[in-house]
C-alpha cells in the first residue's frame, strides 16, 4: 500500500492523540482525586488523606508539562496537515479553541498558587479551596476540545457558500448535538483513568508486603471513585449510543455489523463477519439489545448499512474497537464491585488476586481510553467534517509528512522516556510512610 500524504497525516496525527490523550486523560482526573483526598483529610483530621493529595499533585505536575507539548502539538498539526478543513471550519472553531487555552492558563494560574500554600493558611479550608479553580481549569479544558470534536462530528451554526463558511455563530457551533455526548464520555473516562492509576499505584504497594494503613486507605477512596466514574461512563455511552442512532447512524450500524434497517435489533459481540453474506459467524448476539441501545426500547427501529450508500460506509473493524471497549468498561465496574463485596464483611486483608485484578485496571484504562478514541474516528470516516469535507480532501498537499512523521515520533518517544524516569525519580526511596513520621 502506498503511503501517500493522506495516510501518512492521518498515522501522524493519530499518533500525536493517542500520546497525548494518556497525559491529558491524566491531567484531567487527578486533580479531582487530589481535591476530594485533600477534603477528606481536612473533614476527617486525617494526615493521610492530606499526604495522597501532597503526593498525588507531585506527579500530575509531569503529566501537566507533557500534556502542554503534546496539546500544542496537535494545535500546530491542524494547521500543517489539515489547512483544507481549518480554512473551512477554522472560524467555527476559534472560540472553543480560544477557551480551550484560556481554561489552560486558569488551572495553571491556580495550580502554582496550590503548589506553594501548603500550610499557609489557618483555616485549610482555604487551601482546599483553591484546589476547585484547577478542577475547573482541567475539565473545562477537555469539555472545551471536546467540542471542537463534537463540532466535526455534527458541525452546524454556519452556513456553506462557494467552498467558504458564513454566517458563523459560534455558540451554535459549539453547542450541537454532540458535544453532551461527546463531552461527557471524555471528562468521565479521564476521570476513571485517574482512579485506576492511583488505585494501581496503592495496590502494587500491598502487593510487596506493604500493608501501611496509608495505602490501604488509598485503595479503598480510589475504588469507591473508580467505581463511580466507570458507572458514569458506562451510563453516558449509552447516550452516545443513542445520539449515534439519530445523528450518525452508519456508525453505529458498522460498530455492530448491523445491515439490515429493523426493529427489535441484536446487538452483536465479537464474532467473524462473512461481508458477501453479511452474516456474523461465532459472535454472541444480545436480542433486542441494540434497539435498547439506539432507542430505549426493545421495538426501536435501528438503521442498517445497506440503506447508506456504501461510499460513507466506515470501517466495518470498528466492530472489534467497539467491543474492547465495552469489555474493558464492563471489567472497570466488576472489579471494584467485588472489592466491596469481599471487605462487606469487615476484612482488612485484601488477597493479592484482586489486587493483581486492580492493578490491571490502570493499563486497560489507558488502553479503552485509546480504542475509544480509534473508534470515534475511524467510525466518522470517510468524513473529516461530518456531511460537507471528506478526509482525503482536507489533507496538506506538502511533500515532507513523512519527515515530520519521523521527527514527532522521535519526539514523543524522548518526551514518554522523560516523563517515566522522572516520575520514577520524584517517589523513588521515598515511601509515604516516611512522610508520614516527619
Known amino acids: 500500500m502506498e503511503l501517500d500524504n493522506a495516510i501518512l497525516a492521518r498515522i501522524l496525527t493519530s499518533l500525536t492523540l493517542g500520546f497525548h490523550i494518556i497525559f491529558a486523560a491524566l491531567g484531567v482526573g487527578?486533580?479531582?482525586?487530589?481535591?476530594?483526598?485533600?477534603?477528606?483529610?481536612?473533614?476527617?483530621?486525617?494526615?493521610?488523606?492530606?499526604?495522597?493529595?501532597?503526593?498525588?499533585?507531585?506527579?500530575?505536575?509531569?503529566?501537566?508539562?507533557?500534556?502542554?507539548?503534546?496539546?500544542?502539538?496537535?494545535?500546530?498539526?491542524?494547521?500543517?496537515?489539515?489547512?483544507?478543513?481549518?480554512?473551512?471550519?477554522?472560524?467555527?472553531?476559534?472560540?472553543p479553541l480560544f477557551l480551550e487555552t484560556f481554561a489552560f492558563f486558569f488551572e495553571a494560574i491556580f495550580l502554582g498558587i496550590y503548589l506553594y500554600t501548603w500550610d499557609r493558611f489557618r483555616n485549610p479550608y482555604v487551601?482546599?479551596?483553591?484546589?476547585?479553580?484547577?478542577?475547573?481549569?482541567?475539565?473545562?479544558?477537555?469539555?472545551?476540545?471536546?467540542?471542537?470534536?463534537?463540532?466535526?462530528?455534527?458541525?452546524?451554526?454556519?452556513?456553506l457558500?462557494?467552498?467558504?463558511?458564513?454566517?458563523?455563530?459560534?455558540?451554535?457551533?459549539?453547542?450541537?448535538?454532540?458535544?453532551?455526548?461527546?463531552?461527557?464520555?471524555?471528562?468521565?473516562s479521564s476521570y476513571t483513568v485517574a482512579a485506576f492509576v492511583l488505585a494501581a499505584i496503592a495496590a502494587s504497594q500491598l502487593l510487596r508486603g506493604n500493608r501501611h494503613e496509608y495505602y490501604r486507605k488509598a485503595l479503598k477512596l480510589t475504588m469507591v471513585t473508580g467505581l463511580l466514574f466507570s458507572l458514569g461512563t458506562a451510563i453516558w455511552g449509552d447516550l452516545a449510543g443513542k445520539y449515534l442512532a439519530s445523528y450518525q447512524p452508519a456508525k453505529l450500524a458498522a460498530a455492530e455489523w448491523h445491515f439490515t434497517t429493523k426493529s427489535q435489533a441484536e446487538l452483536v459481540f465479537g464474532g467473524i463477519l462473512d461481508r458477501e453474506t453479511q452474516e456474523v459467524k461465532y459472535g454472541i448476539k444480545l436480542p433486542f439489545a441494540l434497539s435498547i441501545l439506539a432507542g430505549g426500547k426493545p421495538d426501536s427501529q435501528v438503521i442498517g448499512l445497506n440503506d447508506i450508500p456504501k461510499d460513507e460506509w466506515p470501517p466495518l473493524a470498528t466492530h472489534y474497537f467497539f467491543d474492547l471497549m465495552v469489555l474493558i468498561g464492563s471489567y472497570l465496574i466488576v472489579v471494584p464491585i467485588a472489592y466491596f463485596l469481599y471487605h462487606w464483611r469487615k476484612k482488612d486483608h485484601t488477597p493479592s488476586v484482586l489486587l493483581r485484578l486492580i492493578f490491571w485496571g490502570a493499563p486497560l484504562t489507558f488502553i479503552a481510553v485509546e480504542v475509544g478514541w480509534i473508534f470515534a474516528e475511524i467510525g466518522r470516516q470517510p468524513w473529516i467534517?461530518?456531511?460537507?469535507?471528506?478526509?482525503?480532501?482536507?489533507?496538506?498537499?506538502?511533500?515532507?509528512?513523512?519527515?515530520?512523521l519521523i521527527l514527532f515520533s522521535l519526539l514523543y518517544l524522548f518526551l514518554g522516556i522523560t516523563a517515566s524516569i522522572v516520575l520514577k525519580r520524584m517517589f523513588k526511596n521515598k515511601p509515604a510512610e516516611a512522610e508520614l513520621t516527619k
Open 385 to 404: 467534517l461530518v456531511g460537507y469535507m471528506r478526509t482525503r480532501h482536507a489533507v496538506t498537499t506538502a511533500a515532507n509528512v513523512g519527515e515530520m
Open 127 to 159: 487551601h482546599w479551596l483553591i484546589s476547585i479553580p484547577v478542577v475547573i481549569g482541567a475539565t473545562a479544558s477537555a469539555f472545551f476540545i471536546m467540542t471542537v470534536n463534537a463540532f466535526m462530528n455534527a458541525p452546524q451554526g454556519f452556513t
Open 30 to 95: 487527578i486533580p479531582v482525586m487530589v481535591s476530594i483526598a485533600e477534603w477528606l483529610g481536612i473533614r476527617r483530621n486525617d494526615p493521610m488523606y492530606k499526604l495522597m493529595a501532597r503526593r498525588w499533585v507531585k506527579g500530575f505536575t509531569v503529566t501537566v508539562a507533557v500534556g502542554v507539548v503534546t496539546g500544542t502539538c496537535i494545535g500546530l498539526q491542524l494547521s500543517l496537515l489539515w489547512p483544507s478543513f481549518m480554512k473551512i471550519a477554522g472560524e467555527a472553531i476559534a472560540l
Open 161 to 188: 457558500a462557494n467552498g467558504a463558511i458564513v454566517d458563523i455563530d459560534p455558540l451554535v457551533a459549539m453547542f450541537n448535538p454532540a458535544t453532551p455526548t461527546k463531552a461527557g464520555h471524555m471528562i468521565l
